[in-house]
C-alpha cells in the first residue's frame, strides 16, 4: 500500500525502496495516485482501493489501473470506461464485512451477486475479491476472526470463478493473523515504521524527523514563550529554537509535552509550538550549538523517540503523524 504519497514518506521512493521485495502490485486511494505510479515506470497492477467519481473511471482505465467496485453502478462504469478508452477494464469486488465505508454488504449477496456475473464481460474482467479488518491490531483476534468468516461465507455464495485473487491483511492481520493471507496480503504501516498493536515485535525506524538548532538565546526569569505565553522562565534559562513548527507537519499539541533528542540527552518542547518553529529548554545542557540537529522522530546515539509514541502523545496514531508532514519537510532518502 502506497497511498497518500507513500504515507508521507514519497510515493516515488517508497516504489523504489520496495523494488527488492517485488511486490505483486501497489496499492493506492485516488486515480491520480494510480496515475503517478505509472508516470514513475510501474507496470505491475495498481489497485485503487476507494470508490472514485464517476468522472475518473475513463482516466483510470486508460491507464490499467485496477478499480475496486462496492456497488453494480460502479462497475457499469468501468465497462463503459473501457469502450470509450479502447482499454480493458478490471475491477476487485470489495466485500464489505463490518468497515461500513464501502463494500458490497456480505449478508446480501442475493441481491448483488447475480448482477455481477452478468455484467462480467471481456472488456471489464473481474479479477479479485477482497475484505477489510477493523481491528486487526487488537490482541483478540475474535473480531478479525469473525469478519474473514463472514468473507468467506459470502464468497461461497458468490462462487467466484476460479483464479480470481482473494485478499484480506493489512499489515496488523498479516503479521497477527497470518491465517487469512489468501493470496495476497495488503501490508501499509509496518513498511513505514508505524506498529500494529501490542504483544508483537516493533517495526524497525524507517523514517526520522530532524530539525536544526536556528537560534539559541539564554533568557532571564519570567521571560514568556511562544502564542498565549504558556511558558515562562521560572530562572536563568537557555532556548534553542528548532526550525520546525506544525506548518511542517509536526503536531502543535505536542507543545508544552512532547520532547526531542539533542546533545545525547532528552529535552522538552516549551511552550505552544508556531507554524514554523518549536523551541526546547536547554538549560544546563553542554554542547548544543547553532545547525545542530535534533531528532523529533526516531533514533540519536543511545535515545529514541518513536513514531509510535509520537502518535501516542498527540492523541492520534503513526499514520495521521507520518501522512501529516507537509511538502516543506525534505524527505532525504538513506541508502546503505
Ligand atoms: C490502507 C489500507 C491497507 C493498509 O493498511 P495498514 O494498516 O497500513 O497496513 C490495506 N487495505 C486497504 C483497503 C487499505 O485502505
Redesign the pocket.
Known amino acids: ?1 502506497v ?1 497518500a504519497d507513500g504515507y508521507g514518506l514519497g510515493m516515488e521512493d517508497v516504489v523504489r525502496a520496495l523494488a527488492s521485495e517485488d511486490p505483486w502490485g501497489f ?1 493506492v486511494a485516488t486515480v491520480e495516485e494510480g496515475i503517478r505510479l505509472r508516470g514513475a515506470g510501474v507496470s505491475d497492477a495498481v489497485i485503487i ?1 476507494s470508490p472514485v467519481p464517476p468522472g475518473s473511471y475513463d482516466a483510470a482505465v486508460a491507464h490499467d489501473l485496477t478499480l475496486t467496485i462496492s456497488d453494480l453502478d460502479s462497475l457499469d462504469r468501468v465497462t463503459a470506461a473501457a469502450e470509450r478508452t479502447g482499454h480493458v477494464g478490471r475491477f476487485h469486488v470489495e466485500i464489505d464485512t463490518g468497515m461500513g465505508r464501502s463494500g458490497f454488504d456480505w449478508r446480501r449477496v442475493a441481491e448483488w451477486g447475480p448482477g455481477l456475473a452478468d455484467r462480467a464481460s471481456p472488456t471489464s474482467i473481474w479479477e479479485g475479491c477482497y475484505t ?1 479488518f477493523h481491528s486487526a491490531d487488537l490482541a483478540d483476534d475474535g473480531p478479525t476472526r469473525a469478519q474473514w468468516e463472514d468473507f468467506n461465507a459470502a464468497l461461497e455464495r458468490l462462487k467466484p470463478e476460479k483464479g480470481i485473487f482473494i485478499h484480506a491483511c ?3 492481520a498479516a503479521l497477527r493473523s497470518p491465517a487469512f493471507a489468501a493470496d495476497g496480503v ?5 513498511l513505514y515504521g508505524g506498529g500494529i498493536g501490542t504483544g508483537v515485535a516493533p517495526p524497525e525506524e524507517v523514517a526520522r524527523v530532524r530539525a536544526r538548532v536556528t537560534l539559541i538565546r539564554d533568557v532571564p526569569e519570567g521571560t514568556t514563550l511562544g502564542y498565549g505565553a504558556t511558558y515562562r522562565s521560572s530562572g536563568n534559562e537557555r532556548w534553542a529554537t528548532l526550525g520546525i513548527g506544525y506548518g511542517d507537519g509536526f503536531p502543535r499539541v505536542l507543545g508544552n509535552r512532547g520532547s526531542v533528542l539533542l546533545a545525547g540527552q532528552r529535552l522538552p518542547i516549551i511552550g505552544r509550538i508556531s507554524m514554523d518553529m518549536t523551541v526546547v529548554d536547554i538549560t544546563g545542557v553542554d554542547g548544543v550549538q547553532v545547525g545542530d540537529a535534533a531528532t523529533l522522530i526516531g533514533t540519536d546515539g543511545n535515545g529514541v523517540i518513536t513514531l509510535d509514541e509520537v502518535a501516542e502523545l498527540a492523541g492520534t496514531i503513526s ?1 495521521e503523524i507520518l501522512t501529516g508532514f507537509t511538502t516543506r519537510m525534505p524527505r532525504i532518502w538513506i541508502t546503505e
Open positions: 500500500m497511498k496499492g482501493f477489510h493489512n499489515a496488523a495488503r501490508p501499509g504501516i509496518f499514520y
